[in-house]
């Protein structure tokens, strides 16, 4: 059974830091690129990362680049988003995906004054 399980979300003070994690089970976790996503209330859905199979490469959009890191064990079958300078408009539903195989519930990362 193909399973996600993000954890490491919570409540942050503004510019600080939190790393997420993602557990992938059921599947040949290294075969496969993997996104990050967020989702804020009343607002569209987001890519905040992507990492290649190998973990060589990753991209960001300009709303996170220079804060956000996407790595990857794929010993371990998990993915990382290490997150600094945290600001308001990260609050959001955080996500990991892989379009091929689903995605998980997500983990609410909020960021507080």
């Known amino acids: 059974q193909v399973q996600f399980l993000e954890s490491g979300g919570g409540l942050v003070q503004y510019g600080g830091s939190l790393g997420l994690s993602c557990v992938a089970l059921?599947?040949?976790?290294?075969?496969?690129?993997l996104n990050w996503y967020r989702q804020a209330p009343g607002k569209e859905r987001e890519l905040v990362a992507t990492?290649?199979?190998?973990?060589?490469?990753?991209v960001y959009p300009a709303s996170v680049h220079g804060r956000f890191t996407v790595f990857r064990d794929n010993v371990k079958n998990t993915a990382y988003l290490q997150m600094r300078n945290l600001k308001f408009e990260d609050t959001a539903v955080y996500y990991c995906?892989?379009?091929?195989?689903?995605r998980g519930q997500g983990t609410q990362v909020t960021v507080s004054s």
């Open positions: 990492i290649t199979r190998a973990g060589d490469n990753s």
């Open positions: 059921g599947f040949t976790f290294s075969d496969y690129a």
């Open positions: 995906d892989i379009p091929q195989m689903g």
